[in-house]
């Protein structure tokens, strides 16, 4: 007979805990399994019918009122409690523009040493581009639209015309209307 039931599996790197993103997300029967293994600091490997010891410490993200979840009833409160040792509340990229800069340039740098591509430099139109924009999606969509960029460009110094030419759905999104009216006057000015 086939087992159907969910597992719960993660390979912990020797120096780092997982990251179990969006944790809210998680079913209720995988939140039991994950709350087993804290609790009991032993795993089983797929497959294998021996528990094995770990040491493990868990980082969980997630968007989600986790509180609001246990109230109602859609995560488990003792995983709740069993997680919340140390909380960091991270405000979105939106509120953080001064980080932008150092988050361009490292994304830059990741993509073209992945891409074997040389290093371009961004003009400052093109960073203000980026500091205009709202960044709904956060530093994934960030890191995405840095990637494009890469990969899309071969020109030594990136302005703000390249862009808006490689991702002009992020950048004229209604909802940001008053970050591109920005964005066109920084074109016409070059």
Not at 4 to 12: A, D, H, Q, R, W
Not at 33 to 46: F, G, S
Not at 99 to 125: G, H, R
Not at 163 to 182: M, Q, R, W, Y
């Amino acid at each position: 007979m086939l087992n159907t039931e969910p597992v719960l599996s993660f390979v912990p790197e020797p120096r780092e805990p997982p990251n179990l993103d969006e944790i809210g997300t998680l079913p209720l029967d995988m939140q039991v399994k994950l709350l087993r293994v804290l609790q009991e600091r032993e795993v089983c490997r797929i497959g294998g019918n021996k528990p094995i010891k770990v040491n493990i410490r868990i980082v969980a993200a997630t968007n989600s009122d986790l509180e609001d979840m246990v109230k109602q009833g859609t995560f488990r409160e003792d995983l709740y409690y069993r997680l919340n040792v140390v909380t960091l509340t991270i405000p979105p990229l939106r509120e953080r523009k001064e980080d932008l800069p150092l988050l361009v340039k490292n994304f830059v740098q990741e993509y073209v040493t992945k891409y074997q591509k040389e290093m371009p430099s961004l003009a400052d139109s093109a960073m203000e581009m980026f500091m205009n924009y709202s960044w709904p999606g956060n530093v994934r969509e960030l890191k995405n639209v840095v990637e494009r960029i890469v990969i899309f460009t071969d020109k030594t110094t990136i302005y703000a015309e390249d862009i808006i030419t490689i991702f002009p759905a992020s950048v004229n999104k209604k909802e940001d209307k008053e970050g591109l009216a920005k964005e066109k006057a920084l074109l016409e000015k070059e």
